[in-house]
């Protein structure tokens, strides 16, 4: 047995979507069992994300901690944001997000894994990507608006991280599995082994 998802679609007999937000929807399909019957599914449709694992020379990365309401926690997280351009380069995206929540530029950059988050209620997809060669980005700094004005910035050792992981300290999904899978990635076949920064997407296909 090969242990590889594999895509694949149950027929839909109707579809609606009750609720239309600013970036997301909710919508609900009415989906054909393996035996016939049909169940209802209700999930957000989200258009994805990507996330950044930024390592410095010190072996450390960094982080944000920002407030997220639905959870009502400051979560410590690494940069992240939407896909807000159907089909956009994720790598494109990402280097925005590190810019914008750190004003950091890296050199070097790798898929480091892809996730969907939350598959039983939420089609959301995340690549999270290992940059490294960082250094402070040129011109002006992003102007923060929203949660983002009350962020806090630190840069942390990986060992110290994966402690806290496991202790149940930090919580974001993203960090957890990007510092797992980086730790992972070591112990392997090295981080120069990754996937390639503009490695095909399934999830959310691109324009290279």
């Not at 950044?52 to 450390?60: F, G, H, N, T």
């Amino acid at each position: 047995m090969t242990i590889k998802d594999t895509p694949e679609a149950w027929e839909i007999r109707a579809t609606e979507t009750p609720f239309v937000g600013n970036k997301t929807s909710v919508r609900t399909d009415e989906v054909v069992m393996p035996d016939g019957s049909v169940a209802r599914r209700d999930y957000q449709v989200h258009p994805g994300s990507v996330a950044v694992l930024a390592l410095d020379e010190e072996d450390r990365v960094l982080l944000i901690k920002q407030y997220r309401h639905p959870v009502r926690y400051k979560l410590w997280e690494i940069p992240a944001g939407l896909l807000d351009i159907p089909g956009e380069n994720p790598l494109h995206a990402a280097q925005r997000e590190l810019y914008e929540e750190a004003h950091v530029k890296a050199e070097d950059w790798r898929v480091l894994t892809d996730v969907y988050t939350t598959p039983g209620g939420c089609d959301e997809a995340v690549r999270i990507f290992l940059a490294r060669g960082l250094s402070e980005a040129e011109g002006e700094r992003f102007e923060a608006e929203h949660e983002e004005t009350d962020m806090q910035h630190a840069r942390v050792p990986v060992e110290e991280l994966v402690r806290r992981v496991l202790a149940g300290d930090v919580h974001n999904n993203c960090l957890v599995v990007g510092v797992l899978s980086l730790v992972a990635a070591r112990s392997g076949d090295g981080l120069d082994a990754l996937r390639p920064a503009g490695a095909p997407w399934p999830a959310r296909p691109f324009e290279t």
